[in-house]
């Protein structure tokens, strides 16, 4: 039974067989379960879906979702008018369309460029599509902004965005009905229309409008940064017109200049911030042309001659006859290391674009800011005062009258660009907030360029002080975004607190004495008492923000060095003025006093006379008050002429500071004279010494400065700004030396100028006179008597001295008498 | 005091009022007083007195400036409170006046002190007597008694006699501060010692030296106030009684010996009432640390305000005697300074019996 046997031999084997295969089946059918309890989807995601369900990266978080929409929406307006030298004129406005939903419409207008209407879908509804990825500064940067708030309202909203077009590189304006799909990353257009002349809703030769509705809480803390955000924009971007139309009222922001900063140019990258990304991407783009490696690097990066790449080329020993494309990671990773470790030219500052001293000054001298009123005492004369306030302003603003010819042109031209604002009256009327212009008595600016993170980086600074100015306040902004948030933990903040006050030249016990509303406030930083407006702003490619938010500026490199030196070159420049102020509130409070010390002397006059004369108070305090209103007027224009860089707002107080200077009463008349006078020789002499010398001194020291920049000041817009920087200064020179020569006419009589020797010979002679006077005893009382009689008639000069002399000796006679007794 | 004396003197203050008031409402004009300057840089020495005198700088007070307004009201305040004093017949320290006077100025929020210390009423009450030309002792100001006195010597106050000849050696009289209220009677003295401190004082007291020398002595206790000054002086120019300083050998107890013999800057409208010019400043001369062998540990050393100070003194007219140049010298080489209490380390009785004798043989007054 071979068969059999083979059977049995063969069946273990087959019962094996089958035995593993049934195995191998069941273990396959675990595997089968198993990989489907663990299975991990990898699904890739659209950038519209990723950015919506990660909204907080760009800032639109819950209560800020408006707040950062109109950000949004402005900012894009703002850098669309700005990269084509436009003034831009912004209307936005924010409505509530459906209470009970929390549904707002918000709208913004722009006479900027537009968006070739091809390409308007895509630009307005996919993300990270943007005309704005490249090396220069502008308030955006992504492609997330807009593209955000488009997918937000398609998100919450069955509503179309409506948009209206008419983009500089076409004659139609269009209108379109979008709606983002988010899943793709999409545009859904439900319709573009081509809109004809009579429905047209573009005046300007191009222009962009867009309508949106968003679902929002709109809680008053926003409501107030939106405020705020409209109100900043608006100081740094004085040549803007903006429009802000809410619930509230239209608030109206006039243009104040038309000098518009340089617009930022598109720059090729550094070699020092080269990375094997950046190079490869050079490579590729010349990956057509046949191009040496040299070649490749010198026209991808700034500042890298040919010479100087073949230099590096040949430096990591890699051969300049191979082909670029042939070149390995490791081969190119070689010139990135090498790149790192040379030293270049420091990077152009050309695809900045800081705001200006004229800019900023302008904005900082016009403060528009939208201000509640919280009483209820608004009323329709406030409000029409508020509403021309503006108007009125206009032609007042900067009255320096050295440079201002363009100013001067432009306000007129704004003027009649914009209407009165008269038809807020009944809007304003109602509503509690209203627009406020502050104008301060001073402002400053200075500026620094550093290298930060590789990157140049402008810090400007300005400083308000006084005037309409009500109290402190840090303005933050980058790359002209006004940051409202986080303020706390902003570099700004720390280099506030580190500038010492006494900088300004006054101590901190000083400031608080004088400035405190309330001299119980108990603000720890002696700063925040000062009726002062700081602005940091900070332009770069690459700002150092401390969190995604993009709301506070981190301490980075030599950042807080360069803002620390500015500052306390803004708080060099205002002492004198604050100084003065000082002077000024010192004496109001004297002046004040002295009202207190009135009674004193009328109470001792009446109650030694044992009557009560009541019209010696009265007369009295006429008489000390036209007394001192009266001497000081002789300087108020003086000082008004000298101070003509700023508008003088108290010119009235000036005579209090002068109130101030009168000679000390423990000097007696003839030496104060003398002294007066030697001052006021060396005042005027060091006036006009001092305005020719800092002329002078001014050149070099700007020269001094650019030097110590670090980035070359060759390039095109850093020579008009040095120019610039000096006329500004020779009008410093000016009002300085107009101060310095400011003195009083009054004081400028000498008297008594005698040696002193005279004067002792003299005393001695007329002793002998009053000793021999006195040899007769019946003449003490009529001595006395005569002295009280004279010594009140003023003009008397020597016989004063025999008088007090006799009187001196008269004591001695009453003693004597007295002990004869 | 008379009532007709203090009928005059009333009537001057209310002469300065009306004054003041017809000024403002009648002639419409600002008022203001005139007064001399007092201080350093007022303070002339006269050759021919032999003291130091007021100069001719003047200040004015007037209203008419927000600084001079306060000072204005002071002098007036004060005068007014001078005015009352006299009105109720009643005496007040300087202090006192300061306290009568007390008052805040201002409101809430500019407050300050109607004066900012005693000095400020101080100076008010010296402005009141520049300007009425009364020193303060007669309208009853005084200031707290410093001055004692011992020795054949009576004083009679209103009705009251002190009798300052004390047998028991046992203590001193203080000198009345309204000198102007005092006579002298009884002067049986030789010649009148002025010592420094009243430690020293005491010291020669009880050693029976007023007894054995027929002296009178005085001390102001330091800085000697107005009615010790003038009590020298009446007792040397009017009852002809030499007077000797002794004070410690040091720029400050020097400084202190000349304020009887010249006077002081702060006080220098005054001198004509104060200073004894005829006084004789004997002791203790910085030569007599090395002459009467003083031992090192009771020596001091100078401290540079002692040798400023004696730079200083080098410098004075008055200082122009060949030996208190030679004297000025002597310490600013040494820069050795000492009391007189120093003579105590030679035993309690050398002081009065050896060193004090010894110089006034000197002088020819023992």
């Known amino acids: 039974m071979p068969n059999k046997s083979a059977s049995t031999v063969l069946d273990p084997a087959e019962e094996k067989v089958k035995v593993e295969v049934e195995e191998l089946k069941r273990d396959i059918s675990q595997s089968t379960t198993k990989l489907e309890k663990y299975k991990i989807i990898y699904n890739k995601k659209a950038e519209s879906e990723f950015f919506v369900d990660n909204s907080a990266l760009a800032g639109f978080t819950g209560e800020r979702i408006l707040y950062m929409a109109i950000r949004e929406l402005i900012e894009n307006s703002l850098d669309s008018c700005e990269s084509f030298s436009i003034l831009p004129s912004i209307k936005i406005s924010l409505k509530i369309f459906d209470q009970s939903n929390d549904l707002w419409m918000l709208t913004c207008e722009d006479n900027g460029t537009g968006i070739n209407s091809d390409k308007l879908p895509i630009a307005v509804c996919s993300f990270l599509t943007s005309a704005k990825y490249m090396e220069k500064q502008q308030r955006g940067l992504f492609g997330v902004g807009l593209k955000m708030v488009a997918a937000f309202s398609t998100k919450d909203t069955d509503f179309p965005i409506k948009v209206w077009n008419k983009s500089i590189d076409e004659q139609d304006e269009y209108y379109f009905e979008l709606r983002t799909d988010i899943g793709t990353n999409k545009p859904i257009v439900l319709s573009k229309k081509l809109l004809l002349k009579q429905h047209s809703r573009i005046q300007d030769t191009s222009g962009f409008r867009i309508e949106v509705i968003l679902r929002a809480k709109l809680v008053p803390i926003t409501k107030n940064k939106i405020y705020e955000y409209v109100s900043e924009t608006s100081i740094v971007n004085p040549y803007s017109s903006i429009t802000f139309e809410t619930d509230d009222g239209i608030f109206q922001f006039n243009r104040r200049t038309s000098i518009m900063p340089n617009p930022a140019q598109e720059i090729l990258p550094h070699p020092s911030d080269m990375d094997l990304k950046t190079l490869k991407k050079a490579i590729s783009k010349f990956q057509t042309q046949k191009m040496s490696l040299p070649k490749i690097l010198s026209s991808s990066f700034q500042k890298l001659s040919y010479e100087k790449a073949k230099d590096i080329v040949t430096n990591t020993g890699l051969s300049l006859k191979t082909p670029t494309g042939d070149f390995s990671e490791h081969d190119l990773i070689k010139i990135v290391n090498i790149c790192k470790k040379t030293k270049f030219q420091n990077p152009n500052t050309d695809h900045l674009s800081p705001i200006g001293r004229e800019v900023l000054t302008i904005g900082m001298m016009s403060e528009y800011t939208i201000v509640s009123n919280k009483g209820n005492d608004i009323t329709g004369v406030t409000a029409t005062a508020t509403a021309e306030k503006p108007v009125l302003h206009d032609t007042d603003l900067n009255p320096q009258g050295t440079d201002d010819t363009v100013t001067a042109s432009t306000f007129e031209s704004a003027q009649n660009e914009k209407p009165t604002p008269t038809p807020f009256k009944n809007n304003l009327s109602k509503s509690n907030f209203s627009v406020k212009v502050l104008k301060p008595v001073l402002t400053t600016y200075t500026s620094r360029t550093c290298v930060i993170n590789n990157r140049p980086t402008v810090v400007e600074t300005g400083l308000a002080y006084g005037g309409d100015i009500p109290s402190f306040k840090l303005y933050r902004f980058a790359n002209k975004i006004p940051l409202l948030y986080d303020e706390g933990s902003d570099v700004a903040r720390e280099v506030i607190s580190e500038v010492e006050i006494n900088k300004m030249g006054i101590t901190k016990k000083q400031a608080k004495e004088q400035f405190s509303v309330n001299k119980e406030s108990k603000k720890d930083r002696v700063i925040e008492v000062l009726p002062l407006h700081i602005f940091f702003h900070i332009c770069s490619t690459k700002i150092p923000y401390k969190t995604a938010g993009k709301e506070s500026i981190a301490s980075e490199g030599e950042l807080k060095y360069y803002m620390k030196s500015c500052l306390s070159e803004l708080y060099r420049k205002l002492s004198t003025q604050i100084r003065k102020e000082l002077k000024l509130k010192e004496a109001e409070n004297k002046i004040r006093l002295y009202k207190h010390y009135l009674p004193f002397i009328v109470d001792s006059i009446n109650e030694s006379l044992g009557s009560k004369n009541s019209k010696l108070n009265e007369s009295f305090s006429r008489l000390i008050e036209n007394h001192l209103s009266k001497k000081p007027q002789i300087d108020v224009g003086d000082a008004s002429s000298a101070d003509s860089t700023l508008p003088v707002q108290a010119s009235h107080k000036m005579d209090l500071a002068d109130i101030d200077l009168e000679p000390d009463i423990q000097d007696t008349k003839d030496t104060t004279d003398t002294k007066d006078t030697d001052i006021q020789d060396t005042k005027d002499t060091r006036g006009t010494k001092e305005t020719k010398e800092t002329k002078e001194t001014n050149d070099t020291r700007q020269t001094q400065k650019t030097k110590d920049t670090k980035v070359a000041a060759f390039s095109k817009p850093n020579l008009n700004k040095l120019e610039r920087k000096k006329k500004d200064n020779k009008k410093v020179d000016l009002s300085l030396s107009g101060k310095l020569s400011k003195v009083d006419p009054t004081r400028n009589v000498t008297k008594n100028k005698k040696p002193k020797n005279a004067n002792k010979k003299l005393i001695i002679k007329e002793k002998d006179i009053t000793n021999k006077k006195n040899k007769s005893p019946t003449v003490k009382t009529s001595v006395n008597r005569t002295k009280m009689n004279k010594s009140f008639n003023k003009p008397q000069n020597q016989s004063k001295t025999k008088e007090v002399q006799s009187t001196i000796d008269s004591y001695s006679k009453r003693v004597n008498k007295g002990k004869k007794k | ?366």
């Open chain 2, 1 to 366: 005091m008379s009532t007709a004396k203090k009928q005059e003197f009333v009537t001057i203050i209310k002469r300065i009022m009306r004054k003041i008031s017809d000024d403002v409402i009648k002639q419409n004009q600002m008022p203001i007083l005139d007064l001399p300057k007092i201080g350093y840089d007022n303070t002339v020495w006269s050759d021919e007195k032999r003291m130091l005198t007021t100069g001719d700088k003047k200040i004015e007070v007037s209203p008419d400036s927000v600084k001079k307004i306060p000072t204005f009201a002071q002098y007036l305040v004060m005068a007014n409170a001078v005015k009352k004093l006299l009105d109720e017949d009643m005496e007040s320290t300087i202090r006192g006046m300061y306290y009568a006077t007390l008052s805040n100025v201002g409101d809430g929020k500019n407050r300050q002190k109607f004066w900012t210390g005693q000095e400020d009423s101080d100076n008010a009450i010296k402005a009141v007597e520049l300007l009425t030309g009364i020193p303060r002792e007669e309208f009853s100001v005084t200031s707290k008694p410093k001055g004692m006195i011992s020795g054949p010597i009576k004083l009679r106050v209103g009705g009251d006699i002190i009798d300052c000849n004390l047998g028991s050696r046992a203590t001193s009289q203080l000198i009345p501060t309204n000198m102007g209220d005092v006579q002298i009677d009884d002067v049986k003295a030789d010649f009148v010692m002025v010592v420094e401190k009243d430690t020293v004082l005491n010291n020669i007291r009880k050693s029976g030296f007023i007894q054995k020398y027929n002296a009178i002595l005085l001390t102001g206790s330091g800085e000697p106030d107005r009615a010790t000054r003038m009590m020298v002086k009446i007792l040397n120019e009017q009852w002809k009684k030499p007077v000797v300083v002794f004070a410690d050998a040091d720029p400050w107890g020097l400084g202190i010996a000349l304020r009887y013999k010249i006077g002081s800057e702060s006080l220098s409208y005054d001198s004509e009432r104060l200073v004894t010019p005829n006084a004789q400043v004997l002791g203790m001369m910085f030569s007599d640390i090395y002459q009467y062998n003083i031992p090192e540990v009771a020596r001091l050393t100078a401290s540079d305000e002692d040798i400023n100070r004696a730079n200083d003194m080098k410098k004075k007219p008055w200082m122009q005697n060949k030996q208190w140049q030679k004297e000025l010298n002597l310490f600013l080489n040494k820069k050795e300074k000492c009391e007189l209490d120093a003579f105590f380390k030679h035993g309690f009785k050398y002081l009065s019996e050896t060193y004090l004798p010894q110089k006034l043989r000197m002088v020819g007054l023992i």
